[in-house]
């Protein structure tokens, strides 16, 4: 079966405690991309990745890292995350950037920063 | 980046179809037509894109202004599962896709 899979679902953490928030998908796709979304501004993307090693900011980069060493996977780091970035976070990923294809998202991640 | 417009919410009963609209005037001629849903507690799901002409899969179908500065996803029987925020979007060259804050679709039995 398609999917993309994050982990954890649910996360809560104290300020400035690194965390990870892992993305994996199964369909060989080559674009990959973060995006979080809070109530009255909808979904923003954060970073995205058009291939393996080729990483680059999208609308709301600050706070976030990303990595891309295999194609599968594409994880999120909070190097020292704060309570702004309290959020619903869901990672997608779709063919490639030119392709118009239907973009995958998984079930998410909400993080709550106490 | 194109914006979209869509009403905040629209209501349907159960088993007839749903029109929920889009505008999109300043679209380029290389953007997309995309139309994701996200219910409860699920991430978005794709539902169906198209560029200029009319377009059907199995869960809807697009239609698309001439002009393309407009255009409707139509449900032919909506049902209670159908309920969610159905975002319009358009997508270009880089990927991306820009959500806007979608239109929250109500479906009564």
Known sequence: EAQVTQNPRYLITVTGKK????????MNHEYM??????????????????NVEVT????VPEGYKV?????????????????????????ASSLNRVEVTEAFFGQGTRLTVV | DAKTTQPNSMESNEEEPVHLP?????????????WYRQLPSQGPEYVIHGLTSNVNNRMASLAIAED???????????????????????RGNTGKL???????????P
Request: hydrophobic share 30%; net charge positive; aromatic share 10%.
């Open chain 1, 56 to 59: 680059d900011k999208g609308d």
């Open chain 2, 22 to 34: 889009c505008n999109h005037s300043t679209i380029s001629g290389t953007d997309y037509i995309h």
């Open chain 1, 33 to 50: 991309s973060w995006y979080r979304q809070d109530p009255g501004l909808g979904l923003r993307q954060i970073y995205y990745s058009m």
């Open chain 1, 19 to 26: 965390l990870t928030v892992t993305c994996s998908q199964n």
């Open chain 2, 68 to 90: 393309r500065k407009s255009s409707t996803l139509i449900l032919h029987r909506a049902t209670l599962r159908d309920a969610a925020v159905y975002y319009c979007i358009l």
């Open chain 1, 67 to 91: 990595s891309r060493k295999e194609k599968r996977n594409f994880p999120l780091i909070l190097e020292s995350p704060s309570p702004n970035q309290t959020s619903l976070y869901f990672c």
């Open chain 2, 98 to 108: 820009i959500f806007g804050q979608g239109t929250t679709l109500q479906v009564k």
